[in-house]
């Protein structure tokens, strides 16, 4: 058993969005695995999006322009966070660090060097940063620094680590890529609660559902490719059930019923026969497309939303990428099949706890060295040592060309 602090950017309790979600389902893993891990959590003390958000957000982008920090992080570090940290670290006997997001990657500056850190990538944050460059074109110069900025910061970040999380398999492939040498695991969103039944419906128009966090941008954005270039040119009857946080500041048609946030999804799956998930923007992994697997509710969804599992297809689950094909399938016979259906076993079990317990635990294991070092913390190599490393086998590579 081992002793984990986890710096995390969310309150896993109190984040209505996939990061509490995702968090909520390692922290259990962690607990569950043969060694019964012991996790301390040190998150924000506000639930976001926090007060002054938007003012904070400004702030650090322009702090940015004269540090070689990227304005994501800048806008994560704060002073009573880094106190807390401080604090809670000095009153226990750790054994590792679990930095849970990459814009807490400066948390590694809280504690001693030497001690082991293990970094949860939840995305890549300078592919979100990417996406939204065509949202603010008058900030075109500025967001390409910070772009570049914030790709060194997770590359620096992945090369310190002793092992990195990704909820990812893409992003894994793309991490290992640039950090050959990476200790790495691929640990998708789980769940530790049992599957939860579905109510039968009965059969009448067509009820689609979307769950989503609307207080994130590339949500919204999903939301608007649905709603005007999809949802108006579906001729059969039906109805689409939205879910979320914010749900009720979105713009709305008169086919659509906003419930608001709801505590219990599974009075969100009765209404509906399929959820939509149409995901186009945003990076990582789709949490609401894993949860409704993992509870047996069929999906229509994106590539982009299941690109990044183990398990990508099967019953109960159909992916469309193209606007006219969402139309067509929705317009046909192929969603009356798919509301019919259930999706399979190896769909639902890849979100499992128990499926990933052991394999964290392994990797935990291996990251702090105890099998060999009896708990001794291992040594991280210096950022000379890496660059050494990194130009040696660029050498290396070129002589065998």
């Known amino acids: 058993m081992a002793k984990l602090l986890i710096a995390s950017l969310v309150d896993p309790v109190t984040h209505p969005g996939g990061a509490g979600t995702y968090t909520r389902g390692l922290v259990e893993a962690l607990r569950r695995g043969k060694s019964g891990h012991r996790v301390t959590l040190v998150g924000p003390l506000h639930i976001p999006p926090g007060p002054w958000r938007r003012t904070r957000q400004a702030v650090s982008l322009a702090r940015s322009c004269f540090s070689s920090i990227p304005s994501k992080v800048l806008f994560a570090r704060r002073h009573e966070f880094k106190v ?13 660090v679990l930095i849970n997001g990459s814009d807490m990657l400066w948390a590694r500056d809280e504690v001693p060097p030497k001690m082991p850190t293990v970094l949860i990538a939840h995305n890549l944050e300078h592919e979100l940063l990417i996406e939204q460059q065509a949202q603010y074109r008058f900030l075109m110069p500025i967001l390409k620094r910070e772009i570049e ?50 109510r039968s419906r009965p059969r009448g128009q067509l009820c689609l559902g979307f769950l989503a966090d609307f207080a994130w941008w590339p949500n919204r954005q999903n939301w608007m490719w649905f709603l005007n270039e999809i949802l108006p040119k579906v001729r059969r009857p039906l109805s689409i059930h939205v879910f979320g946080r914010q749900s009720d500041r979105i713009p709305i048609s008169n086919r659509v019923v906003v419930h608001g946030f709801v505590h219990g999804l599974a009075a969100a799956w009765d209404h509906v026969d399929i959820i939509v998930c149409p995901i186009r923007a945003g990076a990582g992994v789709s949490m609401k497309v894993a949860e409704s697997l993992y509870n047996r509710v069929p999906i229509l969804t994106t590539t ?44 639902c079990r890849q979100f499992a706890i128990d499926q990933h317990a052991e394999r964290l635990d392994n990797f935990i294991i291996d990251v702090l060295g105890q099998a060999d070092q009896l708990g001794k913390p291992p040594r991280i190599p210096t950022r000379d040592e890496i660059r050494i490393a990194e130009k040696t086998e660029k050498t290396e590579a070129v002589l065998k060309e």
């Open 84 to 96: 807390r940290i401080r604090k809670t670290f000095r009153s226990n006997d750790f054994d590792a």
């Open 149 to 198: 900025k914030q790709r060194q910061y997770e590359i620096e970040g992945f090369h310190q680590a002793r092992g990195v999380i990704f909820l990812s398999l893409t992003d894994m492939a793309w991490g290992i890529a640039h950090v050959p040498r990476m200790q790495a695991l691929h640990l998708p969103p789980l769940f530790a609660n049992p599957s939860i039944p579905r």
């Open 304 to 347: 982009k939303a299941v690109r990044s599992f183990e398990c990508s297809s099967g019953p109960g689950l159909a992916v469309r990428d193209k606007t006219d094909d969402w139309i067509h399938f929705l317009n046909s016979s192929e969603a009356d099949q798919l509301a019919s259906q259930v999706p399979s076993e190896q769909l």
